[in-house]
């Protein structure tokens, strides 16, 4: 059964950072592009971050392009996001996801990180 | 960036009753349109994805078509467990999600 289980959030101030895991199981993970998805409260789902299976290729969102830094390895299972400069309307919930075909489409998700942005 | 313009933003409808939702892409995006499900308090759910490939597990009752700039996701059939948001994302050129579509019953 594939099962993504992320880690790390929590309630940060303005212009603070936090680092988000994801750890994977169940697939061989290292053969899988991955994703970033957020959701603010009560809002739809917006796309952040993309890292091929061999990290070889990195996209963003402009919206975070310059503060947030996916990452990943492939020895621990383990997908990154490292957010920096968080802002108040970086809250929301991330999701990681793992792409399938070619163009990465996201299928199975998993239950997400709470990340809130507050002084 | 690609847009992605989804309409309705929400739509009553009865139990067996057939409804479509559009997705239209600010540019040619091949077939490279996805459609998920999302419940209340709950994970997306992969639907369909290159515009009509059912993912499994999905039932035969959604379905999706479209190409170029133009798609559309429909339910033969509704049934309860099928109120909920749906969206739709180009993957063409990185990803964007439309905005969603509420389905609510009558």
């Known amino acids: 059964e594939v099962q993504l289980v992320e880690s790390g959030g929590g309630l940060v101030q303005p212009g603070r950072s936090l680092k988000l895991s994801c750890v994977a199981s169940g697939f061989t993970f290292s053969n899988y592009g991955m994703n970033w998805i957020r959701q603010a409260p009560g809002k739809g789902l917006e796309w952040v971050a993309y890292?091929?299976?061999?990290?070889?290729?990195?996209y963003y969102a402009e919206t975070v392009k310059g503060r947030f830094t996916i990452s990943r390895d492939n020895a621990k299972n383990t997908l990154y996001l490292q957010m920096t400069s968080l802002r108040s309307e970086d809250t929301a919930l991330y999701y990681c996801a793992r792409g399938i075909t070619i163009a990465a489409i996201p299928d199975a998700w998993g239950q997400g990180a709470s990340v809130t942005v507050s002084s | 960036a690609i847009q992605v313009t989804q309409s309705p933003t929400s739509l009553s409808a009865s139990l067996g009753d057939r409804v479509t939702l559009t997705c239209r892409a600010s540019?040619?995006?091949?077939?490279?349109m996805a459609w998920y499900q999302q419940k209340p308090g709950e994970v997306p759910q992969l639907l369909i994805y290159?515009?009509?490939t059912l993912q499994s597990g999905t039932p035969s009752r959604f379905s999706g078509s479209g190409a170029g700039t133009d798609f559309s996701f429909t339910i033969s059939h509704l049934q309860s467990e099928d109120f909920a948001t749906y969206y739709c994302l180009q993957g063409y050129s990185l990803y964007t999600f439309g905005a969603g579509t509420k389905l609510e019953l009558k």
């Open positions: 290159y515009a009509s």
């Open positions: 540019q040619d995006i091949n077939n490279k």
């Open positions: 890292i091929s299976s061999g990290s070889s290729y990195i």
